[in-house]
């Protein structure tokens, strides 16, 4: 009678907390991120690949720690190869067909196709190639029937469009910084919207909370980046920030929040 007695309050005090996207091979001192993140109740966290090495990371962090699933993706290029020149680390560009045969022959592992996506923010984007490479991982993503998780950036209006000409399913719109009627369109559609652990300070994923059905929330932290305190490392364990301010907004209890976002996740990932 105790033992069942304690059984049930624990489980009624545990939330279920995910992190539907994260760039793990990032982050300082993994171990103990990972720790954190256990303690805070995080029960899910999926590292995404980018490119060809950080495919390769992904997987192996998968394998690594039990917490920890992984998506596959190529990273709109261009960008990236100017991101990579700014950092003064060689760029190793992959072999697109390669890599996706790559990510064909690890899909038992996989939980996703991502981060894939535009990014028309740096100057000397290449918007035929970018686009060539998103139509692509779409097809890539209906193939395998697996979630495709969406980066946008200054690019939110043609990434709908190329998702709805290839009859994109099973979206996850992560990070999306498109206007209101623009998160509308996607959330009639039934895509997922991803709210970072910066909510707490970015007024437009607050009014994204509001607009969108709880049905078709999902919790990121993007780590190590979008850190719910500016200047800091994101990791995992700020999830709980981001389930508080969408209990706050949507005037619903913490643990129902973090459980409603949870089954999403389930729903969607399995
Ligand atoms: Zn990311």
């Known amino acids: 009678m105790g033992g069942t007695f304690l059984k049930v309050f624990v489980i009624l005090r545990l939330m279920e907390l995910v992190d539907v996207h994260n760039h793990l091979e990032l982050l300082n001192d993994l171990d103990h991120a990972i720790i954190r993140a256990k303690e805070s109740g995080v029960k899910k966290i999926i590292t995404s690949g980018i490119d060809h090495e950080t ?16 998506s596959l993706g190529i990273y709109p290029k261009d960008a ?3 991101e990579y020149e700014a950092s003064g680390k060689a760029f190793k560009e992959c072999d697109v067909e390669e890599e996706i045969a790559f990510i064909k022959k690890h899909q038992k592992d996989i939980m996703g196709i991502g981060e894939v996506g535009l990014d028309f923010s740096s100057e000397n984007i290449n918007q ?5 490479l998103f139509v692509k991982m779409i097809k890539l993503a209906k193939e395998l029937n697996k979630p495709l998780i969406v980066h946008s950036r200054k690019a939110e209006k043609e990434v709908l469009e190329i998702l709805e000409r290839e ?3 099973k979206v996850v719109m992560h990070c999306f910084c498109g206007n209101k ?62 389930i508080k301010e969408i209990a706050k907004i949507k005037g619903f209890d913490e ?10 996740y389930m729903r969607l990932f399995k």
């Open 55 to 70: 495919n390769r990371k992904a997987l192996e962090l998968k394998k690594e720690y039990e917490i920890v699933e992984c």
């Open 80 to 82: 990236l190869k100017k």
């Open 128 to 132: 035929k190639e970018q686009e060539k």
């Open 167 to 169: 009859n994109a399913k």
């Open 181 to 242: 009627n623009l998160v509308k369109e996607g959330a009639l559609r039934g895509y997922y919207f991803t709210i970072p652990t910066n909510v707490n300070r970015a007024s437009n994923f607050q009014s994204m909370v509001k607009e969108v059905n709880i049905n078709q929330l999902l919790t990121e932290t993007d780590g190590p980046f979008l850190s719910p305190i500016k200047g800091e490392p994101n990791e995992p364990a700020n999830i709980t920030v981001t």
């Open 255 to 264: 643990k129902e929040t973090a459980n409603n976002i949870f089954l999403n």
